[in-house]
């Protein structure tokens, strides 16, 4: 699953994945084959036998298995001299800001109850080979929804998304969060989410806001002008309870996340967070 091969490129796979653009390139050839034969290639770099690689090895179960970071080989000091080979359709990652002292945006978006993942971020062969090109997979945010999504966001800047129940449930893809952060979304009022979706949103900077009282949500329409004053602060603090200006009507919403949690907002990402250390 996923680690799509190279444009044109050979990739062996040890599970029946193989039908055309299943691995998320279009033009793949994909072979299926053994465990043992995918190492011998992994090891000599060609599709191997690995008969010819010598006896099987014997192997024992270990006595116990190494836990935490003892399983992860440390880093270089210095990786600055380290070639990153990127192939046509590879984008560096996006770095995200650090969430402002005051929030103010625009509603990009209202949805109902029981959104998926799918409505936020589209699968299949035409998408998945795009999941390490964020700049170009993100064109597909809500497609299902409002397939004018993507360039209304990139056109109005900060914004929030507006929905109802359940909201984020099904796959726990983590595109569906990053994509819309990098179009802009960094803000999400619901009634309710979806549990896994709802930490992937923190990972990725987006604070995740419920209503208070539920019949507020009627009251948000897109393109509503939207303020948080002091939201950096109130975050900090660890309020639980912010208020939400909404063309000029104040609204409470409800902030229920952890004090890790708050310090990744703060950060802008999860990987901001790890930075500071």
């Given at each position: 699953?996923?680690?799509?091969?190279?444009?044109?490129?050979?990739?062996?796979?040890?599970?029946?994945?193989?039908?055309?653009?299943?691995?998320?390139?279009?033009?793949?050839?994909?072979?299926?084959?053994?465990?043992?034969?995918?190492?011998?290639?992994?090891?000599?770099?060609?599709?191997?036998?690995?008969?010819?690689?010598?006896?099987?090895?014997?192997?024992?179960?270990?006595?116990?298995?190494?836990?935490?970071?003892?399983?992860?080989?440390?880093?270089?000091?210095?990786?600055?001299?380290?070639?990153?080979?990127?192939?046509?359709?590879?984008?560096?990652?996006?770095?995200?800001?650090?969430?402002?002292?005051?929030?103010?945006?625009?509603?990009?978006?209202?949805?109902?109850?029981?959104?998926?993942?799918?409505?936020?971020?589209?699968?299949?062969?035409?998408?998945?080979?795009?999941?390490?090109?964020?700049?170009?997979?993100?064109?597909?945010?809500?497609?299902?929804?409002?397939?004018?999504?993507?360039?209304?966001?990139?056109?109005?800047?900060?914004?929030?998304?507006?929905?109802?129940?359940?909201?984020?449930?099904?796959?726990?893809?983590?595109?569906?969060?990053?994509?819309?952060?990098?179009?802009?979304?960094?803000?999400?009022?619901?009634?309710?989410?979806?549990?896994?979706?709802?930490?992937?949103?923190?990972?990725?900077?987006?604070v995740p806001l419920t209503f208070v009282n539920p019949a507020d949500y009627?009251?948000?329409?897109?393109?509503?002008?939207?303020?948080?004053?002091?939201?950096?602060?109130?975050?900090?603090?660890?309020?639980?309870?912010?208020?939400?200006e909404v063309d000029g009507r104040k609204i409470e919403a409800r902030l229920?996340?952890?004090?890790?949690?708050?310090?990744?907002?703060?950060?802008?990402?999860?990987?901001?967070?790890?930075?500071?250390?």
């Open positions: 699953m996923g680690q799509a091969p190279p444009t044109g490129a050979i990739s062996l796979r040890t599970f029946p994945r193989n039908f055309p653009g299943r691995s998320g390139t279009k033009d793949d050839q994909v072979y299926l084959c053994s465990p043992e034969t995918a190492v011998a290639a992994a090891i000599t770099g060609k599709i191997t036998d690995p008969r010819d690689l010598g006896d099987y090895p014997a192997f024992t179960l270990p006595a116990r298995y190494l836990l935490g970071d003892s399983r992860i080989e440390a880093p270089l000091a210095d990786g600055s001299g380290v070639e990153i080979v990127r192939g046509p359709n590879i984008a560096p990652f996006p770095r995200f800001s650090p969430l402002p002292k005051d929030w103010q945006g625009t509603v990009l978006l209202k949805v109902g109850d029981n959104i998926t993942t799918d409505h936020i971020m589209p699968a299949g062969a035409r998408v998945l080979p795009l999941r390490s090109n964020v700049p170009a997979i993100s064109e597909f945010v809500y497609e299902a929804v409002d397939p004018e999504f993507s360039t209304r966001a990139k056109s109005q800047g900060a914004g929030m998304v507006v929905g109802g129940d359940n909201y984020g449930q099904g796959s726990s893809r983590e595109h569906a969060a990053l994509a819309p952060r990098f179009l802009g979304v960094e803000i999400k009022l619901v009634k309710s989410f979806a549990r896994i979706h709802k930490a992937n949103l923190i990972n990725f900077g987006i009627d009251h948000l329409q897109p393109g509503a002008k939207v303020r948080i004053a002091g939201i950096r602060a109130k975050i900090a603090a660890g309020d639980e309870i912010l208020t939400v229920e996340i952890s004090t890790r949690h708050r310090e990744i907002l703060l950060a802008g990402s999860l990987l901001g967070w790890a930075n500071q250390a």
